[in-house]
């Protein structure tokens, strides 16, 4: 109530005493009981360490209204008073987040036109027959007083003894939208793109870090400021969602925030910023609180995933405007759930360890499991000199993994895209690696060849290059998976701020004993297998792998904005590296046929050799 009277004491009373002389007496009466009203009001308040000071300028401001002061002064007087207050009772005055002005014109139009006008200029057809007379809110002396702030507020209480009513039926959304739709009347377009083409500029955002900034601020204040900082208030007070999310630490409000700016660049016409904006809504935002809501929802988690790889490509593929703000919707609405379900399934210690036990095993056990293949049938065809290849290529990995998280957290801040990047080439990589190897355990041209070795009849030594695929296969299996987990691991972390972090150091380190163990497991028990049995699991085990690594690929590389998306109406099953994209299945499916096509080769070949 205080900042409404102090709204409307800023804004009136220039209207009423004009050069220390009183031109409406009764509305200077009111005048003069709001300031009272006020300085009464903030006597009362609860301690804080500036609150006399606040206690003295109200009754300053009471004082000068008293003494019919001068106007400017009054003004001001009023609002520093206001903002004071704010700070120093930390009043949330802005909206949550910037309101979507997409259906405000339609809103105003169907609602508020008949009394304000289709132009904003106070002459809609029922007009005439009002008194007072509704707002012109082109008129600059009233409007450069107004912020946003007091608009909401107006719209929100209606104003006494008029026919401006209260609209507290309309959601706050749909009043905020408003409230930035009519103050838009006031500028011109073209002080408003000078303003956008400003804000591109890199000191600008400072001058209105967060959308309180822009809420709390008038036209007038602004525009003494300089030509700039107006242009650029004209501009954003069109644009809000281009004011960075205050709470912009939290990856789901970093993810809504950049849907949120994608959406208002395509509806600038800025297809490419729309695009850009869409991709770090998943890699700096999304992709970071994964993890965290892996264990709360999974199912979510997917559709979310999905949806944005839809949002994208329809970026990509230039949809209407209506189709792209429909999506961004309904995935704004997504990541708002995903949130609130986040902040319910706070972290606790046990979930720490939970949480960084499975994703360090779960993605382990695969590399693992190629390792132990590889190193099985090294041991079972007698070429013990692979070993060491193959452990000097995980342990360079493992190392090389641990680098890349401690660096992406303290020194250099990997962006999302290249983390994307280098994780989808990774990927593609030791898919064709795998299928080689696959190819060399069950090959036709080895097949002979290793059985005969095994049976002690030919020591041929392996050759440079193969000990050289080793390392690399046994490399790729652990780099890929290490790479992986770090925007996971760096979730967690992040989550787990304010709980028992040793929770995931534990999880971690008791993951790494249970991976260790089971690597013992079946590279023993696997040397008691026939070693057709053997080759032929290790061969299907790393073809299948390949399929599963190349679809993982395409992924990221389409995250990262490197492969075009063609999206398809299934759900995935991003486990076992199923996209639902025409990219992704088209290259795992030409991969199943040379597979199966290598295979059968291979049998029909081997036939009359073996028998
Ligand atoms: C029945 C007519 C009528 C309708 C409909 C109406 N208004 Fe008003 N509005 C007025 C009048 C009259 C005033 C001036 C009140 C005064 O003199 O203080 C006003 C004042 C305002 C103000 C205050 C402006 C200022 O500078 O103080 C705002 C903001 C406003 N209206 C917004 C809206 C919006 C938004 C809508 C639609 C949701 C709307 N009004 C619908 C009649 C109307």
Redesign the pocket.
């Given at each position: 109530m205080v900042l409404r009277l102090l709204d409307s004491i800023s804004?009136e009373y220039p209207q009423f005493v004009k050069s220390g002389k009183v031109v409406n007496a009764d509305e200077y009466a009111e005048q003069i009981e709001f300031s009272a009203q006020v300085a009464d009001a903030v006597r009362n308040f609860p301690p804080r360490p500036e609150k006399d000071a606040l206690v003295a300028s109200a009754a300053n401001l009471a004082t000068l209204i008293v003494d019919k002061g001068d106007s400017a002064k009054v003004s001001q007087g009023a609002r520093n008073l206001q903002r004071g207050l704010i700070k120093a009772f930390r009043i949330q005055i802005a909206p949550v987040r910037a309101p979507d002005l997409g259906n405000a014109a339609a809103?105003?139009q169907s609602?508020?036109a008949?009394?304000?006008g289709a132009a904003g200029d106070g002459n809609g057809p029922?007009a005439a027959a009002?008194e007072?007379?509704?707002?012109n809110f082109r008129d600059h002396a009233?409007?450069f007083e107004?912020s946003l702030y007091?608009?909401y507020n107006?719209?929100t209480f209606g104003?006494e003894g008029?026919?401006?009513?209260a609209?507290a039926s309309?959601r706050a959304e749909e009043r905020w939208a408003?409230?930035f739709f009519?103050s838009q009347f006031v500028s011109t377009e073209d002080e408003r793109n000078q303003g956008g083409q400003l804000w591109e500029r890199p000191g600008m955002r400072t001058l209105f870090p967060g959308l309180s900034d822009l809420v709390g601020a008038t036209p007038a204040e602004t525009l003494r400021v300089g030509t700039s900082a107006y242009q650029v208030f004209a501009y954003l007070r069109a644009h809000p969602a281009m004011i960075p999310s205050q709470d912009s630490t939290a990856p789901l409000s970093i993810a809504t925030a950049k849907i949120r700016e994608s959406l208002e660049r395509y509806r600038q016409g800025n297809r490419e910023a729309a695009l850009q904006a869409a991709i770090s809504a998943y890699l700096e935002g999304y992709a970071l609180a994964e993890a965290g809501l892996d264990r709360v929802d999974h199912s979510l988690r997917n559709r979310i995933e999905q949806d944005m790889m839809a949002y994208r490509s329809l970026l990509r593929n230039t949809a209407a405007v209506d189709v792209v703000e429909h999506r961004a919707l309904a995935l704004t609405k997504s990541i708002e759930e995903a949130a609130t379900l986040s902040s319910r399934g706070e972290l606790s210690a046990a979930g720490a360890f939970t949480a960084a036990f499975i994703i360090i095993a779960r993605e382990g056990l695969q590399a693992i499991l190629v390792l132990a293949a590889v190193a099985a049938f090294l041991i079972k065809s007698g070429r013990r000199q692979g070993l060491k290849h193959l452990h000097a290529g995980w342990v360079v990995a493992l190392l090389l993994g641990v680098a890349t998280w401690i660096a992406s957290s303290t020194l250099v801040e990997i962006s999302g895209a290249q983390r994307e990047f280098t994780e989808g080439l990774t990927a593609l990589l030791f898919a064709v690696v795998l299928l080689c190897a696959g190819y060399r355990l069950h090959g036709r041209s080895h097949a002979s060849r290793w059985h005969s070795s095994i049976r002690g009849q030919a020591s041929d030594s392996l050759s440079q290059a193969t000990l050289c695929g080793i390392a690399l296969v046994s490399f790729l299996a652990v780099f890929g998976e290490a790479f992986e987990t770090v925007p996971f691991m760096q979730g967690l972390w992040m989550l787990s701020d304010r709980v028992w972090r040793g929770g995931l150091v534990a999880g971690v380190a008791s993951a790494g004993a249970a991976l260790a163990i089971i690597a013992w497991l079946v590279c023993r028990y696997s040397a008691r297998l026939p070693w057709w049995l053997l080759f032929s699991l290790s061969s299907l085990y790393l073809a299948v792998l390949a399929v599963i690594f190349a679809g993982k690929g395409v992924a990221a590389l389409q995250a990262a904005g490197q492969l075009p998306t063609d999206p398809l109406p299934i759900s995935g099953m991003p486990a076992l590296g199923i996209y639902p994209s025409v990219q992704g299945l088209a290259l795992q499916s030409l991969l199943v046929v040379v597979i199966v096509a290598s295979f059968l080769y291979g049998r029909v070949d081997d036939r009359p050799r073996s028998s």
């Open positions: 804004v809103l105003y609602i508020c008949a009394c304000h029922q009002l007072p007379r509704p707002t009233r409007q107004r007091g608009l107006t719209i104003v008029t026919s401006m009513q609209f309309l408003l409230a009519v």
